[in-house]
């Protein structure tokens, strides 16, 4: 039995992050909005047609990844910096992978990174790759209550404060990934001029097991993500951190993830 789907499950908890912080936004100066009404919000937002904003169609910028493993005494295993050249265009964003630990990367090193994206999109039910925008879709969001807990200026802007948590019952399972986000909930903070999610926080609540404990367990996962206003209606991930433990087959396992990007700049 393959296991390699599990394997990327750590990185897709990231992707589908991207479910609840693609974007959304509102005026403070309307109270009667419900965070359900903040929420409807942003998936009309996310689901806008390209070129509907000022921001540059094609923009580019440098992501750095920091992956470390450690083992059951919390020794570091393994420790990889990846550095990639991320391209937008017209709402598609692609990935290139330029160095891995200060060195150009092998053919192995570019074979795993085309192998994790169609894993991720396996595990995500997709077929063929989709615009950032497009992972926040009504199926996903459903599966969630939300609460709106307050009111708070982050950066200097604006928002408002909003926590998910998942319904109970839970709304029907069609993929693995479905089990795992009904076991998931968070805060997110909504810009209230543009909107869009500029942060979010989330956090396991129970034990997953992967195909009934057979391939794996998911036991701890904790992720935190930022969103910066890099354009005029272009907001980008900018920093994230991941803490995750769980098994794959017989081994346990204990990730650390970090990604900060920079470089932002548009293209001709």
């Known amino acids: 039995m393959k296991s390699r789907p599990f394997c990327i499950v750590w990185s897709q908890l990231a992707v589908w992050l991207g479910v ?148 109970r019952p839970s709304p029907p399972v069609h993929r693995m990934f479905d089990r795992v986000l009904d076991r998931v909930s968070g805060t997110v903070w909504v810009d209230a001029a543009e909107f869009e999610v500029a942060q979010a926080q989330m956090q396991l609540g129970s034990e997953v097991d992967v195909w009934g404990g057979v391939i794996g367990s998911l036991k701890k996962f904790a992720y935190t993500i930022t969103r910066t206003r890099v354009a005029d209606g272009l907001w980008l991930n900018t920093f994230s951190s991941g803490n995750f433990e769980g098994r794959k087959l017989f081994d346990s396992l204990h990730v650390k993830t970090q990604s900060r990007c920079l470089n932002f700049h548009p293209q001709a």
Do not use: C
């Open 20 to 167: 609840l912080v693609a974007g959304g936004s509102l005026s403070l100066a309307k109270p009667s909005l419900s965070a359900d009404d903040v929420v409807q919000r942003v998936i009309a937002h996310s689901q806008r047609p390209t070129g509907t904003t000022s921001a540059p169609a094609r923009f580019a910028y440098t992501k750095v990844t920091v992956t470390d493993h450690f083992d059951t005494s919390g020794k570091l295993k393994d420790h990889k910096e990846r550095i990639y050249q991320i391209s937008i265009d017209n709402g598609t964003t692609s990935a290139k992978l330029i160095e891995v630990n200060g060195h150009e990367p092998s053919q192995a090193d570019l074979k795993k990174q085309t192998e994790n994206q169609a894993n991720a999109r396996q595990v995500a039910g997709e077929s063929r790759p989709r615009r950032n925008e497009d992972f926040l879709r009504p199926e996903v969001v459903a599966r969630y209550d939300f609460s709106l807990v307050g009111q708070t200026n982050l950066n200097g802007r604006p928002t408002y404060v909003i926590t998910f948590r998942p319904k």
